[in-house]
């Protein structure tokens, strides 16, 4: 058995999503084994000290922090991941990057276009490993998906569309701000279901897809004022709770894009369907384990959409799980982020979405709320203002 | 156009089933326009004069009888359509059989495998054109389901099975006996769901597997009085509520049934799968435009169940009605039915089902029902008692 | 029993609509005997004098005809039935208005909103009874949404999502134009899809949504040139091949619309769904027998979509046909439709869609096809220009 | 924070059912913390001491080792689990109870009933905690099953039904025996697809509906003979490759199983379904996340089947993992079984299923082997012979 190397890790950010990395890590010695780099919990961080020890016993950091400055100070961390609310993004990514850590970003990449522009910069200047967690692309139903598309089996591609479908916010009694409910503030989210869900839709779009050239898009916010949990008071909501667009991509395909957090039987329905000359795919959020197939080669007496159960050995990842017929769920496509970080580093090569990657998405959303706000189409720029 | 003969029905039963298949003449000459047979619909025969008055202005028949033998003895009447009550089939048939008409008669062929006997006696001595109503054969999935089998695509079969689940009778204030519920006498219907739902169910199974060799069977009456609407009196009830066999097919294969009309939440679940050694294949009558198909032979990574859309032009009768992914319903069955009888009649061919093969079918259900009493296994035996 | 009035109907046009059509027709005397109006079928037009014959012995017409004028001109009609290509739909409309003729006009109204504008025009100034064929809104299915919204169940709307989905055009080699690819001839048409199957979706939606204000669109047409059958020279293509829009209905909800003709794996794949604060309902052509429902005041626990199977007999018409289980197929909007129109002569009450309904729909495809060329958003103006 | 005791474990087995028992043991810190009791991975136990010591490695045990009676008569262990091949798990059980432990048996029990009873007197004359891995209860949908039934929401029960659905031994060059194919061979499996797969489906249904009375039973081998991979010869196949089963329950409903690993196209296919006066379940371990529900009383018009989303946080279990719509997988039935074992410690109740339980699920499954055997209802006999 060869050595195994050891990446230390700190986490800053003890919320939902600081749950779903350290799974991540915490599975990929039972489940990655042969992985040279291994990675260890080094620190948890949090604003609230409590909350830091309480995380760090519970998933077995062996330190917790509540000043994330100290923590990218630490010298043996080698890797940082930011789960933190998307406002801390941008200082803590460009600081952890000054010291050298490689980075493990929650998306979206940063509230605005100009933020995510000073972080691609200062990770390019210091040249270190990163990652944005656009995690549904490792799901592997999805990348079997992309590995379909890859193979040139769809033809020339006429469509596609995707939606992120939730109803959690429906309730006009359901306040704004604070603890769990950061994303409903535009301040420190910096949109709504655009950079929330959209942006998870557009990484997806992009990779399997290409480019998005153009964009006409609409948002809404249907509850106008909540009660604010910082300020107590009954305060305007500025994030878009739902918003649809057009596009066109630069392969010459038609988009159509719509996320909301009002649509009622909803709880977080992401959806996509690709449409080509020859094949046709789609595949539902809620259904993680089956991607839908059409190929128009078959026989056409017996041609039908194939619901295809993503579980057999020689489908992606799932050497590493159970038998087929075994499904795997949400939480996988972290450990899968992991696992291929860890193997970008052994290999090194980029782990895509890096943040040059996630950059484009998030030009994509800003065209949007920007076309939303205009009444207008608005052309994708990828060089910030 | 070559010059159309007329084929002159008589329709003996205005119930349920005397819609369906006057339904099915009446739109042969728009859908099947070709047919060198065409259907006129003579005489409708119902014991209630006003009933068979109504049901002749409605249907368009020429003529309404009250006496079914008035209408055997009519020079003028080509063919004879029984609908009545199981109990009136047999008598019905074998008159006609003997005056030399030909017989269409509803399922299942009769009462007891020894009323089903005198019927094929009857009908092969008179030499007859006849067949029985199990129309779910003539849905264009079932028919494509078939199609797929005979081709040889599934190699050998190891399983089969099938179930008709209702949920109508669960009610115990429902009563027995009498119009509408003739079905629940045992006297008139000769038995519960065996003989009116499992019979279908045993019907496209031979008819896609062959035939079956042995049974073992249970059966249950849930609710064991209900009052009789002829007598006005609470009688125990004597049909089987529910049915479930095992079985061994001759080609090897098992067999597994089941009908109820005590599955609460299923209107008319009429479904069946075939597994074989290359592919699979299944089926539900609630949506019944739609065959599901596993083929083993597809890539490996992107194998799945096809969901079959049968709407297409070259698939089973599809070309004389609409445009592909535009359904058809239930009733189009007995339209198919009509339609092959009259190809039959052209053709010099039997009609599938005959009453011969309609009888294989009663083999089947008095074994279960033996099965099921004697608490034992049952050899299905063709020679009648 | 009431005597019976004879509705005398002409069928202008022999095509795939005058066959459903007929259908619809036929139907009425043993599926809805108990309406005062029964329709007759005098005469069918086709400018091809054989195919006129031939249409009218497969379906019955009395009589055969090829000019119009003539049909118009005959006393004995009392409605005629529009079922020619786009481009014929305005002059017969009015000159059979003035004639006092009812009118059924298959969709869309027109080729455009001017050409709508004056038959709405002539019919009103006629004041003869009228109906546009917008068929999907009489699947019980479909009638059951509109049921459920009207009693409010759904709470305030939020959104609303339809599409049409299609793959028969993708093969390049497909010529456009002449017997049976009109469709395909924007002279003819008017538009592509947009025209012929988004005003179907538009239909439905403002029926079940209300009004349409604005809308953001684009249309592709990814086939550049095809033969044209009628000229046998490659020409341009004209229509719409795909068209997607965004929209703000009245009420305040957002809708989104696709329709395209290059899905690979659909058939005709309509589907709507719209989302309540209470309630959701979604639907599709595919399976025209479900209706499905999420109900959020359901058992927190136990709540989920519902899939109706919409058979029973006191869901929308279903009382005229089987029993509970049994499917019915995509004519059954044809005969509802002749069903309805004729019970709306018997109450003196329009059937909808009117003409002047229908207008509304054309107004919404011209906004679509307005702000799709020049990359705006449009108001829908029901003024026409 | 309450003081944590640690539970000492040591796991007998090093395959498929190793690895779930491992990860389940080890996700509890991260996902159930407040247990007072915490497993802690002692030992390892495999006849391969190289596959010991990678297993130990991988999944973080302590120590490895090769010989199990040296794992029992460690004082440090509290709790065995046996993954072994089925002819070993009685010997260490009824060994490791004799000293005390704690046990954990995967399942089936035993070969034999007879087997199985002394392994029941064992751990009973010990007074030991103990349970059987019958994992799938405990995946949150079937649990929800269950506790929707205790409701007494079904009412009076009428059916039950279940089946197990693989294909993976239907290529006839598959050999028998050895590693990774010991269930193929019937000295050390004890039976085929009874013990391996019906006994889930018999599990699960006397936890839902109650004991079983009586059944009959048939099976079959479809390939006679096999290459063996301990001796290398061609042997003659001793299991059933498949086994279905009618029977009653002593509720007096009607239950249908079976099972087979030659239903081409299902990879692992467990359903169930239930119908009672009221309402209906159904449930099936390809959408694992899923319970399909159907209640009787809602609003007749708006009746369906529900597809109930079990992923919200007062559905059972989902409180530990993620948010509403994000699916948990199937590994996480093994998670909730060791938590439910832990508890069981804190709460001093027994974790069902007990060895007595399993005891009752051996006796159903020995019933349908004699049964096959004898080609006669057999009655289900919890004496031991």
Redesign the interface.
Known sequence: MSQKKQLNIALIGTG?MGR?H??GY?RI??FF?DLQYQPVLKTVCSRNEEKANAFA????YEKAETDWKKVIADDSIDAVDICTPNDMHAEIAIAAAEKGKMILCEKPLARTLAESKKMVDAIEIAGVANTVWYNYRRLPAVT?AK??IDSGKLGRI??Y?ANF????T?NANLPQGGAGLWRMDADVAGSGVTGDLLSHCIDTAIWLNGSIKNV???T?T?VKERMHQLTGKVEKVKIDD?C???C?FEN?S?G?F?S?R????????YTFEI??????IRWD????????????S?D??????????V??G??PYMDK????????????SFVHQVADFLQSLENGKPCSPTFREAYETQAVCEAVLNSAAA???EIVNLASK
């Open positions: 939902f779903t350290s799974n915490n010695p039972n084994p016993r519970q998933w077995g079997l590995q379909i006429f469509h569309r479908l939730q109803d959690w429906i006409t898009a609409m809404e249907f739902a649809a667009f057009l066109r010459g038609l159509l719509e909301t009002y649509a009622r039987g909803h709880k977080a329905l449409n080509g000359e020859n094949a046709s959020l809620h259904d993680l384990n089956r991607l839908e197939y059409f190929e128009n078959d056409s007496q017996l041609r039908g959409w194939r619901s295809i159960h579980t057999d020689e489908q799980w159970w038998v087929p017929g075994l499904g795997i769920g949400y939480e996988h009444g207008a189409w």
